[in-house]
């Protein structure tokens, strides 16, 4: 009888599919085998492998996660590791069954801890209007306040993640655009739709960085292919740098810069979309989620917004006055 293939050898075969067939990235693939080298380790020390570990062994396993303090968002991914290996060796025909199949991940708190309101964003975009328009602004010090009000709307619009957003093309600021091509995780592209405000902010930013052409030391600058080119080792502006000056223009507009950050204006565009009436599985889309359980992380808007309709609309609902 051929010996059973070891935890390493199923754990390398696993991560090659991964890449393969759904075109995972590098940071993913060192999450899953960090997550499954933990894993293969404690089911070593309970005598068994991925090949013979049963349904209680893994739930020995979670209840040991949980002993360790792991926070419940992250035995929610160790489980989601399980889950696409065990369903990895039953289509592979390496097991016959998965043990995975009927656990139960561990109860989740709020996904959005931070969330801006409509009106929050509103006075963010009118501030960094207001600093773009300033007539006693340096050339310079115009240029940087353009990027910023661009980048806050096109964030805004399109609810891109923050590393898709300061990697934009100079292309994707063509002219009468009404979609962008985005390159996101995997390596995949989608179409994402632009807005009236955020194409015309990426005109009045193109316009501007063309102008600083006239200026020798802008040269290399508006010549990149970068819609937002910075003379770093990347070539275009840092999420960091962007993070930065996303929280100086929160300050500035009133509210707590710990509140206010890229990720924070992507839950955003997803939440306010949703609670006006936007479709779960078309946010999924815009966002760029492989999985529609990481975008059901917004439930809530929806749930909130269904009782609001029931309250108001039902013929039966109570009515106050």
Not at 39 to 57: I, K, P, R, Y
Not at 165 to 181: C, E, F, N, T
């Amino acid at each position: 009888m051929p010996s059973k293939p070891s935890d390493t050898k199923l754990t390398g075969l696993f991560l090659d599919m991964l890449a393969a067939e759904q075109g995972a990235g590098a940071n993913t693939l060192d999450a899953y085998r960090r997550d499954l080298t933990d894993f293969s380790e404690f089911l070593g020390q309970a005598g068994h492998t991925f090949v013979d570990a049963q349904t209680q062994t893994l739930r020995d396993y979670l209840a040991d996660l949980d002993t360790r303090g792991f926070k419940s968002t992250s035995v929610a991914r160790r489980l989601s590791a399980m889950r696409h290996l065990y369903r990895f060796l039953l289509n592979e025909r390496i097991r016959g069954d998965d043990p995975a199949a009927i656990l139960s991940g561990p109860k989740r708190g709020r996904g959005l801890p931070k969330v801006l309101s409509i009106s929050d964003v509103d006075r963010m975009l009118r501030r960094a209007k207001e600093l773009s328009e300033a007539e006693d602004a340096s050339p310079s010090k115009r240029l940087r306040a353009l990027r910023l009000y661009c980048l806050l709307e096109v964030l805004y619009a399109t609810g891109l993640r923050v590393s898709e957003l300061v990697a934009l093309p100079r292309s994707a600021a063509k002219r009468d655009a009404r979609m962008i091509v985005v390159r996101g995780k995997g390596n995949k592209e989608r179409l994402v739709p632009l807005n009236e405000a955020s194409r015309q902010a990426m005109a009045d930013y193109l316009a501007a960085t063309e102008a600083a052409k006239t200026e020798k030391k802008k040269d290399g600058l508006a010549a990149s292919k970068w819609l937002f080119p910075s003379f770093g080792e990347s070539g275009h502006l840092t999420r960091q740098h962007f993070a930065r000056d996303l929280k100086e223009l929160a300050v500035a507009s009133g509210l707590q810069a710990r509140l206010v950050s890229p990720h924070v204006l992507r839950h955003a565009f997803a939440s306010h979309l949703l609670h006006n009436g936007a479709d779960l599985r078309i946010v999924q889309t815009l966002l760029g989620h492989t999985d529609i359980s990481t975008t059901q992380i917004y439930t809530h808007v929806v749930e909130e917004r269904l009782k609001s309709l029931v309250r108001d609309l039902h013929p039966l609902a109570e009515k106050s006055g």
